[in-house]
Antibody, heavy 123, light 108 residues
Framework: EVKLVESGGGLVKPGGSLRLSCTAS????????INWVRQAPGKGLDWVSA????????HYADSVKGRFTISRDNAKNSVYLQMNNLRAEDTAVYYC????????????????WGQGTMVTVSA | SYELKQPPSVSVSPGQTARITCSGD??????VYWYQQKPGQAPTLIVY???ERPSGIPERFSGSSSGTTVTLTISGVQAEDEADYYC???????????FGGGTKLTVL
């Protein structure tokens, strides 16, 4: 069974930092790109960042570029999102999602999602 | 800036057909994916590559594409289909991934 579990969320003050983790199981983790997607309370889905299977490529939304850093450790089946200089508008549930990829039947779809971890940025 | 446009809400009675559109200038060049999200849950993939349905997704969910608009059709809507629906495009020249604003489907 494919499973993605996020952790590391919490309450942080503006300007603070937080590191989210996404730990996967049930598939060959090193073969898949992983994305972070967030959802502010009562709002829609907002793509944040992506990392390729071997960490060669990383991508960021303009809203987080320069503040967030995505990384992964394939030996630990984990992806991380280091979030620095956090702002109130970063308050959201953060989901990690597996990207099927070019070789997958589903293409670039996010075929499996974790249940999310809440990040609250407030003084 | 480039965006995917969805209607904020769609309402249908049980058994009727719901159609949710997603429009974007670059859509003819990129596949679209559809997700269903129920309250308090993570999104679930329901259509990929414009028209394909993952295993386990009911046949009443289907996708179609025409020019700059893609459409998610739910035939014979059931009460359990009440949810938010999001379209998503990938790897455009503007951004790596883009989601539409979402459509809330209400089953009357």
């Amino acid at each position: 069974e494919v499973k993605l579990v996020e952790s590391g969320g919490g309450l942080v003050k503006p300007g603070g930092s937080l590191r989210l983790s996404c730990t996967a199981s049930g598939f060959i983790f090193s073969s898949y790109s992983i994305n972070w997607v967030r959802q502010a309370p009562g709002k829609g889905l907002d793509w944040v960042s992506a990392i390729s299977s071997g960490s060669r490529y990383t991508h960021y939304a303009d809203s987080v570029k320069g503040r967030f850093t995505i990384s992964r450790d394939n030996a630990k089946n984990s992806v991380y999102l280091q979030m620095n200089n956090l702002r109130a508008e970063d308050t959201a549930v953060y989901y990690c999602a597996r990207e099927g990829g070019a070789g997958a039947e589903s293409g670039d779809a996010f075929d499996f999602w974790g249940q999310g971890t809440m990040v609250t940025v407030s003084a | 800036s480039y965006e995917l446009k969805q209607p904020p809400s769609v309402s249908v009675s049980p058994g009727q057909t719901a159609r949710i559109t997603c429009s974007g200038d670059a859509l003819p060049d990129h596949y679209v994916y559809w997700y269903q999200q129920k309250p308090g849950q993570a999104p679930t993939l329901i259509v990929y590559k414009d028209t394909e349905r993952p295993s386990g997704i009911p046949e009443r969910f289907s996708g179609s594409s025409s020019g700059t608009t893609v459409t998610l059709t739910i035939s014979g809507v059931q009460a359990e289909d009440e949810a938010d629906y999001y379209c998503q495009s990938a790897h455009s020249s503007v951004t790596y991934v883009l989601f539409g604003g979402g459509t809330k489907l209400t089953v009357l």
